[in-house]
């Protein structure tokens, strides 16, 4: 079992939808939680953090986390087609070198068609 | 604007050859972190430092080698490079431990 899944997709949305991004992670010890933006052949870009239940707004975007059933999920509103690209889901990792280490899941595909 | 610069942006070069793959960072952050991707897959941590002179191998075995003499800087070595290395080398830096973070934009290596 990987550590941090996503569903590779395609998703697939309309322009204007809601888009539901969805990440499961194996060690219930993390603490912080992050969703990066990865246009095709550039680097990811952090676009929302959360570190606590519940849900953490900022613009379109809103991050759900539900540490008891370890999932964290990403949802877009308003979805645009600049908004087409990989969405990669990324788990602090704990451990005795305390790093801050992140874990990447594969990441998944959104297309918004206009 | 970037924080964090990696050059060169793209290198094509022959198998044997002597590589060295730059990251610096403007930001003074202590952790920096090395990534490997290849296409359509998942980002696999080969190298991280917490500091100057502290550095560690990550999860995917890589033959490559790092050195942190600088704060802000944190070179990738490959002594002869192979047709495996072919691949996008991702570096990063963060603040604190539960920070997100920033990513450089990447070289991307093809040996031929």
């Known amino acids: 079992q990987k550590e941090v899944e996503q569903n590779s997709g395609p998703l697939s949305v309309p322009e204007g939808a809601i888009a539901s991004l969805n990440c499961t992670y194996s060690?219930?010890?993390?603490?912080?939680f992050f969703w990066y933006r990865q246009y095709s052949g550039k680097s990811p870009e952090l676009i929302m953090f959360i570190y606590s239940n519940g849900d953490k707004e900022d613009g379109r975007f809103t991050a759900q986390l539900n540490k008891a059933s370890q999932y964290v999920s990403l949802l877009i509103r308003d979805s645009q087609p600049s908004d087409s690209a990989t969405y990669l889901c990324?788990?602090?990792?704990?451990?005795?070198?305390?790093?801050?280490?992140?874990?990447f899941g594969q990441g998944t595909t959104l297309q918004v068609k206009p | 604007e970037a924080d964090i610069y990696q050059t060169p942006r793209y290198l094509v070069i022959g198998t044997g050859k002597k590589i060295t793959l730059e990251c610096s960072q403007t930001m003074g952050h202590d952790k920096m972190y090395w990534y490997q991707q290849d296409p359509g897959m998942e980002l696999h941590l080969i190298h991280y430092s917490y500091g100057v002179n502290s550095t560690e191998k990550g999860d995917l075995s890589s033959e490559s080698t790092v050195s942190r003499i600088r704060t802000e800087h944190f070179p990738l070595t490959l002594e002869s490079a192979r047709p495996s290395h072919t691949s996008q080398y991702l570096c990063?830096?963060?603040?604190?431990?539960?920070?997100?973070?920033?990513f450089g934009s990447g070289t991307r290596l093809t040996v031929v």
């Open positions: 990324a788990v602090n990792r704990q451990g005795s070198s305390n790093t801050g280490k992140l874990i």
């Open positions: 990063a830096s963060s603040e604190y431990e539960y920070s997100g973070y920033t």
């Open positions: 060690d219930r010890g993390s603490q912080s």
